[in-house]
C-alpha cells in the first residue's frame, strides 16, 4: 500500500504552507476545530529522524507566521498518528474548544513556539 504522505505536497498544493528542499509544511487533512492544524514532514520516506528536538529556526519563523493569531504553537510527538511509518510531527494551536483538546494535552510535546505576548 502507498504510503499516503509521500508526495503529498504535490497533490494537494493548496494545503502547502511553507516548502524547502527536504521538508514541507502542510495543512493537515482534518483541522480537529482549530484554526490552523499543520504538519512539518519530511519529503523523504523514513521513519525516524535521528536527534529531532524541535524545529530548525527557518521552520520557527514559519510557523510564527501561520500561528500569528495566537500566543502559543505546540509541537507534537506522532504519539496518535495515523500515518507512524513517514517521519512528521504535527503543531498546533492550544485551542480547548477544539475536537482533540484532551488529545492535545495527553501527547508528549517536543516544544513549546512562543508566537507573541500578552502585552
Known amino acids: 500500500m502507498a504510503c499516503p504522505l509521500c508526495d503529498v505536497w504535490n497533490r494537494e498544493r493548496e494545503n502547502v504552507l511553507f516548502e524547502d528542499e527536504g521538508f514541507v509544511i502542510i495543512r ?3 483541522l480537529k476545530g482549530h484554526r490552523e492544524r499543520v504538519m512539518l514532514l ?13 524545529l530548525e ?4 519563523r514559519e510557523i ?7 500566543y502559543k504553537a505546540i509541537v507534537m510527538e506522532g504519539k496518535f498518528g ?17 475536537q482533540d483538546f484532551e ?17
Open 82 to 98: 495515523s500515518v507512524p511509518d513517514h517521519w512528521h510531527v504535527c503543531i498546533t494551536d492550544l485551542d480547548p474548544s477544539s
Open 64 to 70: 510564527k507566521k501561520i500561528f500569528s493569531y495566537t
Open 57 to 60: 529556526e527557518k521552520y520557527e
Open 103 to 119: 488529545q492535545v494535552l495527553g501527547t508528549p510535546w517536543i516544544q513549546v513556539i512562543d508566537i507573541k505576548s500578552w502585552k
Open 28 to 30: 493537515t487533512k482534518f
Open 42 to 54: 519530511s519529503k523523504k520516506h523514513i521513519k525516524t529522524l535521528e536527534n529531532f528536538t524541535g
